[in-house]
């Protein structure tokens, strides 16, 4: 496949895996069989990560499977499963990958894998994914329900020690790259991937999904989805997800022991911004799997034609020459400029008079806009400027898009972090 998109070098060598392009498909229902593997080749992603394989016999799905979190417009903000590994035998599953990776070996194929916390399993099962030809693994230490109850998933990734363990026995049994999958669903995201690494990772995974109940069916008490009379909590992703997604990535990005780690960034990516997002906070490829199983294998059209397009713009020749460079711009709250001034501006040709960005700003604690009726009987909305704290609500609010901007004013002081700003009880001293 050509790497070159737009007059864009488009491919990556993740963690020693090479991919024409950094989008990946997520391990779940789209990467479960050659059929759709095939047809996602066809369409034009880089990679995928196999539905995670567990031990035989299979896992055993019910009926009903998935819920969303819906916007005003019915549009998916957020979803949520209940489904577990693959359904499939590991022998069918084994034959697919192998035969997959033979007719496709420009593209990237990892193997998802989630057997118990025993290195006989571990020792079992490694050699046989190696014979398939794939180019690497990926461990599912975090799906939140359902496995966790077995002792998989969710109840290894947040366990450091139990991490630890287990990559180390891939790194023992297997000679290709291991990636760790991050459950979300812990304290601090750095504790997890910093043992990843003292297991041997070669790259970590992020995020699989956070625990969920989307919904409730409030005529039978019973939340969403609905098996029968009951239901249980679920994994969240999806759009909703990706903030929570960006954060987690950008933590293992700035810690020191982990910031030379590579990441994969999932969680919530629909479109070639949100990928650039997670490759800017230090991201070396992206999967996705709620957005391709809402609207199909083709998005990665899109995703590699507006990335390229954006990269070209920016000049950026590879995805390397722009990954992670948003990182050392995120920084812990007490290194912010505290005498860093922004304040709102209402462009009043744009302004259709709604009044929202008054009654936000007025019923939070800033009152910082004025309202009043003009002579014509029009309503009007300025920025009380030495009043505006610069929090950016009102821009948020307003329906009208660039009609308010925030502008950085000129303080003429210096830059100041709290941890020597006179108004901090426990200030540095210069
Ligand atoms: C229906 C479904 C099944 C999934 N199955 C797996 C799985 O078998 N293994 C795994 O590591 N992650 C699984 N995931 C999690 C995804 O790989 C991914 O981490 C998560 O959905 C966040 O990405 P997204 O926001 O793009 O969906 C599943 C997700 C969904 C929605
Ligand atoms: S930026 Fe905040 S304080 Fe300033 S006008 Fe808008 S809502 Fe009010
Ligand atoms: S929210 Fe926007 S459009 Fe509405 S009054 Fe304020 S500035 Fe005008």
Known sequence: MNNIVNGVDLSIDFAGIRSPNPFWLASAPPTDKAYNVVRAYEAGWGGVVWKTLGEDPAAVNVSSRYS???????????????????DRSLDINLREIAQVKKDWPDRALIVSLMVPCEEASWKHILPLVEATGADGIELNLGCPHGMPERGMGAAVGQNPDLIEKVTRWCKQYYSKPVIVKLTPNITDIRAPAQAALRGGADAVSLINTINSITSLDLDHMVAKPTVGHQSTHGGYCGSAVKPIALNMVAEIARDTPTRH???SGIGGVSNWRDAAEFVALGAGSVQVCTAAMLHGFRIVEEMKDGLSRWMGEQGYRSITEFSGKAV??????????????????????????????????????????????????????EVIEEECVGCNLCQITCPVQDCISMVPQDTGKPYLSWERDPRNPFRIAS
């Open 261 to 263: 780690l590579p990441i």
């Open 328 to 381: 050392a711009n995120t920084t812990d709250w007490k290194h912010l400029d505290m005498n860093f001034k922004t304040i709102a501006h209402i462009d009043q040709d744009k302004c259709i008079q709604c009044g929202r960005c008054y009654i936000a700003c007025e019923d939070t604690s800033h009152q910082s806009i004025a309202q009043w009726v003009e002579a014509s009987g029009a309503r009007r909305y």
């Open 68 to 86: 969303a979190h819906y916007g005003k417009n019915r549009e998916v903000l957020g979803f949520n499963n209940i489904e577990l590994i693959t």
